[in-house]
């Protein structure tokens, strides 16, 4: 499909371990964000890259997130030493007009630190 | 930054009545405001958007109003039917959905009595 597309839907890991979420946007669309979404919550910004940089990383709660879009398409979330309160759904969302234009998010991968 | 707060929680209307959701935001630099419509497990979908240059916006059922002097704006929706339960998160950006993301509310889960 011409979606935003995200693997893996769902995650389960143990606590301490790394986890990797991958995003595919939408093909052209120059901009790319994560956003974190707890159980009952709206949508976390977390990071957002235009093109391959992240031009805004201000939402990553901690060093332990890292994301990385080296061509400026796929791009990954890292997560390292996991912990409980990382559970979450994590939504990838582009755009080809990040100034003047809408969000299209991907289905989201939940995470389940145990 | 930013804080957005959304009201009600929940809502329960009699199919056919109006819906109206009302949210708050607090940086008078806001000046993008999209409405997103997220299904139980799916990803959300923006169904209206205002900028800060109009006061309203309608597409069909559904209606957008900003007061900036306020800093509110509100979602109608008109002649609810059963699709329309869903979760609906109000959401604001300085940069029109562009550098700093969007900051989104809790979100309202609005429900449709038959």
């Known amino acids: 499909g011409a979606g935003v597309s995200q693997t893996p839907s769902n995650k389960v890991t143990e606590k301490g371990k790394y986890v990797e979420l991958r995003c595919d946007p939408i093909s052209g669309h120059t901009a790319l964000y994560w956003y974190r979404q707890s159980l009952g919550q709206g949508p976390e910004f977390l990071i957002y890259f235009q093109g391959t940089g992240a031009a805004d990383d201000s939402g990553l709660p901690n060093d332990r997130f890292f994301a990385v879009r080296p061509e400026g398409s796929v791009s990954t979330l890292k997560i390292q030493r996991t912990e409980r309160g990382d559970s979450a759904v994590y939504l990838c969302a582009s755009t080809s007009r990040p100034n003047t234009g809408e969000l299209f998010f991907g289905e989201g991968s939940r995470l389940t630190v145990l | 930054g930013e804080n957005v707060e959304q009201h009600p929680s929940t809502l329960s209307v009699q199919e056919g009545d109006s819906a109206v959701i009302k949210c708050t935001y607090s940086d008078s630099a806001s000046n993008y405001f999209p409405w997103y419509k997220q299904e139980l497990g799916k990803r959300p979908q923006l169904i209206i958007d205002?900028?800060?240059?109009?006061g309203e916006k309608k597409d069909q059922r559904i209606a957008v109003t900003l007061n900036k002097t306020a800093k509110h704006f509100s979602l109608h929706i008109t002649e609810t039917q059963p699709e329309d339960s869903a979760v609906y998160f109000c959401?604001?950006?300085?940069?029109?959905?562009?550098?700093?993301?969007?900051?989104f509310g809790k979100g309202t889960h609005l429900i449709i009595q038959p």
């Open positions: 959401a604001a950006s300085t940069t029109g959905g562009g550098a700093d993301g969007l900051t």
């Open positions: 205002i900028r800060s240059n109009v």
